[in-house]
Every structure is written in structure tokens, then in C-alpha cells.
């Protein structure tokens, strides 16, 4: 069963910087490209940023040159590097698993997508 476990949270002052961790485990074979969303309370949650199989990465226009993805396939690991943070980056971030470009990986159906973590808080003060 593939399962998503958000670290790395924490509580910081504006400008300074914090580095997220999605470890995904049950997948030996399959292979997801992963996002980002993130939810304030009493909003949507929203998209943050997005990684695929490869590295070909997207960013919303509210992190665009703070924020950087990147995986370590090895480690089945995403990161989210925040760098400058704001006090409105204050918010629950989940990673999750994007459907794949190839169902079928490895003679394996890799259905796992759409899967979220439980979320790791950030919180930044002024």
C-alpha cells in the first residue's frame, strides 16, 4: 500500500527558510510525479508546485523563485525547498501523487495516484 509522509515543518520569521520532505513508501516499481498543495484555515486548499517523472517541474505564481521541487528517486523522495518565506506562506502543506504518464510500469498497474499525505504545518511570523 503506498503511503505519503510529509516532514520538515516548522515555525520561522519572514525570511527565512524551510525544507519539506515527502517520503513515499509501498512503490518499488511505480513511479508518480508528485505536488504540492497547501491550505490556510478557512481557505481552498492550493496548488503550490509540481515535479513529474521528468523533473519537469511547475510552480504557482505566489512561490516562483522562493520555492523549489525536486526528487530523489532513490530515497522515493520529494522535497520542497521554501526559501524568503512570508507570513502568508502560513499554511498546511500536503504532498500527493499525480497520475502517471504510463499506467502500466514494470508489469505493475500503478494506480496509486491521487493519494495525499497527512500534511506538515508551516507557520511564519512577522
Known amino acids: 500500500q503506498v503511503q505519503l509522509v510529509e516532514s520538515g515543518g516548522g515555525s520561522v520569521q519572514a525570511g527565512g527558510s524551510l525544507r519539506l520532505s515527502c517520503a513515499i513508501s509501498?512503490?518499488?516499481?511505480?513511479?508518480?510525479?508528485m505536488s504540492w498543495y497547501r491550505q490556510a484555515p478557512g481557505t481552498e486548499r492550493e496548488f503550490v508546485s509540481s515535479i513529474d517523472t521528468a523533473d519537469t517541474t511547475n510552480y504557482a505564481d505566489s512561490v516562483k523563485g522562493r520555492f523549489t521541487i525536486s526528487q530523489d528517486n532513490a530515497k522515493n523522495t520529494v522535497f520542497l525547498q521554501m526559501n524568503n518565506l512570508k507570513p502568508e506562506d502560513t499554511a498546511m502543506y500536503y504532498c500527493k501523487t499525480e497520475r502517471p504518464i504510463r499506467l502500466y510500469q514494470g508489469g505493475v498497474y500503478c494506480d496509486a495516484y491521487n493519494l495525499w499525505g497527512q500534511g506538515t504545518q508551516v507557520t511564519v511570523s512577522s
Open positions: 509501498g512503490s518499488t516499481v511505480c513511479r508518480y510525479g
